[in-house]
C-alpha cells in the first residue's frame, strides 16, 4: 500500500463524512476509529458500505493508522471536543514525527486549541484547530472551513483543505487561514453564536405567526420572504420543516419545545462579557433557550395565566422588515465580537474574508453575509455603512409594531425585544449611566468623570 495523503480520526456522522468528500475529491484517506463497546464494526462496516472507493484504507490500531500516512502527517480529529481531544492526542503523540500536523476538525474552545497549540510546539508537531460549518451535508458536499494556526501548517493543508470546501460565488473556496492559535476556533463559535441568534429569531416569527395562521400559511409566508433579501439557509429548512408531515400530522407539531444545546452559544456569550462587547443578541437567544427547557414551570405557571386571543393578525411586510431590522443587529454584534477579539489576541482578522468564507457551505450563508462582505471590505462596524444605517433607520417602525403585538398577544420575542433596545441605546446621545455612575460613587467612593471639565479627571462627591 502507498502511504495515504490524510487521516481522519473518528468515523462519526461527521468524520464519515467528510473522508467521502476527501476520496471524492481524489485523495487517498486513512481513516481509524477505536474498537470500544459499541464501535467494534465501525471501521469495518464504512470500508465495506464505501468498498468501491479504491482511496479509504480503514484501521482501528493507531500505530498502524499513523504509520499509513506519508510524513509530514496531517490528520483530522473528527471527535467530540472537551477531554477526548486531550486523550487522542496523547495517543498519538508516540507515533508522530517532526512536523506532522494534527487538525481538531470540532467545536473546540478556542482557549483550549491555544493551550493545544502551544503544547504541542514544543514536540515538534503543529496543531491545527479548524471550525467546520455545514452539518453532516455539508462535511459531504464541501462544509465552510476555518482553520486556525500556525501559516507554515496551513500551507500544507490548504490543497487538501480549499479543495473539499465549498465554493464561493466566484469558485474561490469557503476556507482560509482565519489567524494564529485559537482563532479559527474563536471564529466558529461566533458563527454558531450568531446562528443561535438567527435560529431564535425564525422560532419567534413562527410564534408571532401562529398566534393566525397555520403552519402551511407560515411556510407561504416565509417562502416569499426567501424570494427576497432576508433569503437564507435557515430560512429555507424552517419552510421544509413546516411542511413536513408525518401521515396527517405535522412532524412540527409533534416535537417537545425544549432547546437544547453544546456550548458555543453560551462561550461567545462569556467571552463578550469578559471583552466588554454587546452581544446581546446572542446571549438572548441562549437565555431562551435555557427558559424553554424549564417546561414543567412553565406548565405549571401558565394555567394562572388569562389566555389572549390575538384580535387582528399582523402585517407580513412590517414582520419581514424587523426581521432584516434584528438580522443586521445580530451581524453586526458578532462582528464586532470578532473584531474585538482580533485586537485583543492580536490576530489581524480580516473580517471580510471571514464573512465571504460564510456565504457558501455554512449554516448562517444568507444573501445578508454576502452583502456583508462588501460592507466589512470597507468597516468593521456595519452602522458605519451609510446605506445600513438608512435602513435601520427606516426599519424601525417596523420592529415597533412587532415588539406591540408581540406584548399584545403574550408572545415572549426575547431576541427582538434585545435587537430594538440595542439599537435604541447605540443612537440616544444621552444614557442615564449618570445615575449608575452616582450611585457608585456614594457607596463605593468609585468616583466619576465630569461632563462639564475635562473627561479623563476622576471626582468623589461627599453625598
Ligand atoms: C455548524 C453547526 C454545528 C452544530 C452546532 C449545534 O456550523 O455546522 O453550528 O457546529 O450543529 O454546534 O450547536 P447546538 O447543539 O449548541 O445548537
Known amino acids: ?100 500536523i494534527i487538525i481538531d476538525g470540532g467545536n473546540s474552545l478556542y482557549t483550549d486549541t491555544t493551550r493545544r497549540s502551544r503544547c504541542l510546539t514544543f514536540k515538534n508537531v503543529y496543531f491545527i484547530g479548524c471550525g467546520i460549518s455545514g452539518g453532516e451535508e455539508g462535511a459531504r458536499k464541501g462544509p465552510s472551513i476555518m482553520p486556525g494556526g500556525s501559516i507554515n501548517a496551513y500551507k500544507q493543508v490548504a490543497p487538501i483543505l480549499e479543495k473539499i470546501s465549498a465554493k464561493d460565488k466566484n469558485n474561490n473556496p469557503c476556507c482560509v487561514h482565519i489567524g494564529t492559535d485559537g482563532a479559527g476556533h474563536f471564529v466558529k463559535m461566533v458563527h454558531n453564536g450568531i446562528e443561535y441568534a ?15 395562521h397555520t403552519n402551511e400559511e407560515i411556510a407561504t409566508i416565509l417562502s416569499n420572504w426567501n424570494s427576497r433579501s432576508e433569503k437564507s439557509y435557515l430560512l429555507e429548512i424552517t419552510i421544509e420543516i413546516l411542511r413536513k408531515k408525518e401521515g396527517n400530522d405535522y412532524v412540527i407539531d409533534r416535537i417537545l419545545d425544549k432547546a437544547l444545546s453544546k456550548g458555543t452559544g453560551s462561550w461567545s456569550s462569556k467571552i463578550a462579557l469578559d471583552l466588554g462587547i454587546p452581544s446581546t443578541m446572542i446571549s438572548s437567544a441562549v437565555f431562551a433557550r435555557y427558559i424553554s427547557t424549564l417546561k414543567e414551570k412553565r406548565v405549571k405557571f401558565s394555567k394562572s395565566i388569562k389566555k389572549k386571543n390575538s384580535l387582528k393578525s399582523i402585517n407580513h411586510k412590517s414582520l419581514e422588515r424587523a426581521y432584516g431590522f434584528a438580522r443586521t443587529i445580530n451581524h453586526h454584534q458578532g462582528f464586532q465580537l470578532i473584531q474585538k477579539a482580533s485586537e485583543n489576541y492580536n490576530w489581524d482578522l480580516n473580517l471580510s474574508e ?13 444573501k445578508l453575509i454576502e452583502l456583508s462582505v462588501e460592507i466589512l471590505k470597507n468597516h468593521s462596524d456595519y452602522f458605519e455603512d451609510h446605506i445600513t444605517f438608512k435602513s435601520l433607520i427606516s426599519s424601525e417602525k417596523h420592529i415597533v409594531t412587532t415588539l406591540q403585538y408581540g406584548l399584545a398577544n403574550r408572545v415572549p420575542l426575547d431576541a427582538f425585544s434585545v435587537a430594538h433596545n440595542y439599537w ?26 465630569r461632563n462639564d471639565i475635562d473627561s479623563s479627571e476622576f471626582f468623589h462627591t461627599n453625598w
Not at 481513516?31 to 482511496?55: G, M
Not at 471571514?354 to 444568507?366: D, F, L, M, Q, V
Not at 435604541?424 to 456614594?442: F, H, L, V
Open 198 to 212: 438567527e435560529m431564535q429569531l425564525l422560532s419567534e416569527i413562527y410564534a408571532i405567526l401562529s398566534t393566525s
Open 354 to 366: 471571514i464573512a465571504r468564507i460564510w456565504t457558501n457551505g455554512c449554516i448562517i450563508r444568507s
Open 424 to 449: 435604541i441605546s447605540i443612537t440616544t446621545e444621552k444614557s442615564s449611566a449618570n445615575i449608575i455612575q452616582a450611585q457608585r460613587d456614594y457607596f463605593g467612593a468609585h468616583t466619576y468623570q
Open 1 to 100: 500500500m502507498h502511504k495515504t495523503d490524510f487521516g481522519v480520526l473518528g468515523l462519526g456522522v461527521m468524520g464519515k463524512s467528510i473522508s467521502l468528500n476527501i476520496a471524492d475529491n481524489d485523495f487517498s484517506v486513512s481513516v481509524y476509529n477505536r474498537i470500544e463497546a459499541d464501535e467494534t464494526h465501525i471501521v469495518s462496516k464504512f470500508i465495506h458500505d464505501n468498498s468501491h472507493y479504491k482511496n479509504i484504507y480503514g484501521f482501528t490500531d493507531i500505530a498502524k493508522f499513523v504509520a499509513s500516512i506519508e510524513r509530514p502527517r496531517k490528520i483530522l480529529l473528527m471527535i467530540k471536543a472537551g477531554n477526548p481531544i486531550d486523550l487522542v492526542i496523547e495517543q498519538l503523540l508516540p507515533f508522530l514525527d517532526k512536523n506532522d
